[in-house]
């Protein structure tokens, strides 16, 4: 289970370039449910995902993991609590452009010393990208870096799953795809900032949050 309880957010406090993004926000997702983070542009729906990742603090609030307060952790052990139980599908991709798409994929495993090469290679095969395992990531086209990244946040078999707008460099065929990698992931939380009426009237959230702009 997810808790985020009267979050409130605030980047540059204090100064005269303060903004507040997110305040007084609360809802909770349930274990093993898929959960639709809707709001328009600049509601703070990518904002509430890395809160949620423990990327960076709330500026009050808690949000609680599965009984664990992020709030609350050191960054040494948030970084080691995101690596064995979140999945992270960025917007932005984050991907490491001097390196091969595989050695991406396979960068979260390597503290943890485990061999996920064939599982790697499974899901290069069901995304169609096989053939691009050791090109590197910079050459990548924007659909193709969305893959990777979707791979990459996949790998360790993560609990929960924060997917920012996955679908948004995707065409329909691999929409579809992705679309059935979450719906087969019944054991997973998964929570998806979204506004692709795609995905919204696919039928896959179990629940659905509209982010209201502040």
């Known amino acids: ?24 926000l609360s809802f909770t997702v349930k274990e093993k449910e898929t959960f639709f983070l ?9 904002t509430v995902l890395a809160l949620i990742a423990g990327l960076y603090k709330p500026t009050s609030g808690d949000i609680i993991i599965n009984g664990e307060s992020m709030t609350k952790l050191s960054l040494k052990y948030a970084s080691k609590f ?3 139980n979140i999945g992270i599908i960025f ?10 798409v595989m050695d991406n994929i396979l960068l979260p495993t390597l503290p943890d010393m485990v061999d996920r090469r064939d599982r790697a290679m499974e899901m290069l095969e069901n995304l169609h990208l096989t053939h691009r395992k050791n090109t590197l990531a910079k050459f990548l086209s924007g659909g193709e870096q969305q893959r990777v990244a979707i791979i990459r946040a996949l790998i360790n078999d993560p609990d929960v799953i924060l997917a920012d707008e ?24 998964i929570i998806i900032s979204t506004h692709d009426s795609f995905l919204l009237e696919s039928g896959l959230a179990d629940s659905r949050f509209d982010l209201k702009k502040v």
């Open 1 to 24: 289970m997810i808790e985020v309880k009267n979050i409130t957010k605030i980047f540059n406090e204090g100064t005269n370039r303060e903004v507040t993004i997110l305040k007084d």
């Open 38 to 46: 809707t709001g328009v542009s600049g509601s703070g729906k990518s």
């Open 82 to 84: 995101r690596r064995e």
């Open 91 to 100: 917007q932005s991709f984050n991907l490491i452009p001097t390196l091969t």
């Open 166 to 189: 996955p679908t948004a460099n995707l065409d329909k065929g691999l929409s579809e795809k992705l679309l059935e990698y979450f719906s087969m992931m019944k054991d997973k939380t």
